[in-house]
């Protein structure tokens, strides 16, 4: 990867860290202690109308393997 590119990157997630810190912490947690086959995850958006548009997923074996792959990339 282009070194420009990962200090791009590394100076994204920093910021992302420091305004999202919950968020953040919640992440690294969850890449600490795993998603498992069988588990779902939900995703809800509240917009600043204050509609929601949910979404959620049941995680396949499949859907490990890319997770594993992403935690692979994780910039520490």
Do not use: C, W, Y
Not at 50 to 60: E, L
């Amino acid at each position: 990867m282009n070194p420009l590119a990962l200090m791009k990157i590394m100076e994204a997630k920093n910021k992302f860290e420091q305004t999202h810190p919950r968020f953040a912490r919640f992440l690294s947690d969850l890449m600490r202690s795993g998603v498992k086959e069988g588990e779902v995850i939900d995703i809800t958006i509240t917009r600043t109308d204050g509609t929601t548009v949910s979404t959620n997923m049941k995680v396949q074996d499949s859907d490990l393997e890319l997770f594993e792959s992403l935690k692979g990339l994780s910039l520490k």
